[in-house]
């Protein structure tokens, strides 16, 4: 298991910026899919984005892509996710998520498969 801790949350105004970390603690952590999902109240949990732990590759939810950015930290063992051009409708509590598994264009946005999830940090920006 991988312990997860978020970070960066806040409240911020249409078109700004935030960045979002996510520290790990845990055997094994460069070998670990890593995804953020989000979850608006009255709503199900959504898909953000991901990052396979083997080569590289991102995967982002059609409603963020080319405005947040996911990259990671092996060697200090987080996981960042860099949101610009913040839309009221991004309002929600962000989770960091883990699993053991490699991460694909289908499974990445399954929330099942990570087996570690963070408490989450709260997202609000007003219009």
């Known amino acids: 298991q991988v312990q997860l801790v978020e970070s960066g949350g806040g409240l911020v105004q249409a078109g700004d910026s935030l960045r979002l970390s996510c520290a790990a603690s845990?055997?094994?952590?460069?070998?670990?899919?890593m995804g953020w999902f989000r979850q608006a109240p009255g709503k199900e949990r959504e898909f953000v984005a991901a990052?396979?732990?083997?080569?590289?590759?991102?995967y982002y939810a059609d409603s963020v892509k080319g405005r947040f950015s996911i990259s990671r930290d092996n060697a200090n063992n987080t996981m960042s996710l860099q949101m610009n051009s913040l839309k009221p409708e991004d309002t929600a509590l962000y989770y960091c998520?883990?699993?053991?598994?490699?991460?694909?264009?289908?499974?990445?946005?399954?929330?099942?498969?990570?087996?570690?999830w963070g408490r989450g940090t709260q997202v609000t920006v007003s219009s």
């Open positions: 990052y396979n732990w083997r080569g590289g590759h991102t």
């Open positions: 998520a883990a699993g053991s598994f490699v991460a694909t264009t289908i499974t990445a946005r399954v929330s099942k498969v990570y087996t570690s």
């Open positions: 845990g055997r094994a952590f460069s070998t670990w899919s």
